[in-house]
């Protein structure tokens, strides 16, 4: 894959456009499924996705890395539900996260963006192993780095790797895209409550208090501990990857 030319070099080199110089975009695994048939992967909705992210890319020079989940494939929490070991059961749904992690490294290659998938378990014949400095050098090489396999560890969801990480490669904040037609964080579930508000911006205390189901609690625990912001948004309205990573106000910042 050729390297996108002149997307390496410092911050101070790169447009003013961007709110964000290096992100972590947080992608649930069911939103590379298909919302009309039971396609576990559909071609159309990852290709979507990863124009926006290699356009993204593109036109504000921003490093951007990818946690992508695997509720789409298998989740830990099913399994062991029926019985099963649930460690055994969580690496399943990480090895699904890897699968997820190879659909969008193709699509996004495609669009003419170099990657590279870095996995948090070792597979040396399909993907590179997780190492924090390798991640940071390729993303300065304006590669767009993809996690794969969480964390590595089971017993944890995609949400608390993808704080992890961002924290590791000195992310200013992880966006956190949701599929369900929830746009933000809101008082109360808009699905069921119609009086439900949508918040602008909420604090991590404030999140914590009122038991908001936006992120694992141990995602949002850690982001509250090292002071890294997050900002849910509407993955699924197209433009809206480069709207959170320009700033606009789309969704809800928690910080
Ligand atoms: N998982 C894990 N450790 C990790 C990350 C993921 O054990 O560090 C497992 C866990 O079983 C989880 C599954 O991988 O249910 C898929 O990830 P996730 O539920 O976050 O997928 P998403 O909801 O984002 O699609």
Redesign the pocket.
Known sequence: MAETPGSAGSFADRPARARWPRAVLKL???ALASSSSDETIDARTVRRIASEIAESCDELGVELAVMV????I????TGAGEGMDRAT???M??L??VINALALQDAIEREGRATRVLS?IAMAEVCEPYIRRRAIRHLEKGRVVIFA?????????????AALRAAEIEAGVILKGTHSGVDGVYSADPRRDPGASRFDEISFAEVMSRDLRVMDMTAITFCMDNALPILVFDLMTPGNIRGALTGQSIGTLIR
């Open positions: 649930s695994g069911e989940g695997g509720g789409n298998w989740r830990g929490t059961s969580d690496t749904g990480m699904g996260t948090a396999a969480g964390m590595g560890n089971p017993y944890f969801t995609t949400d608390t790797p």
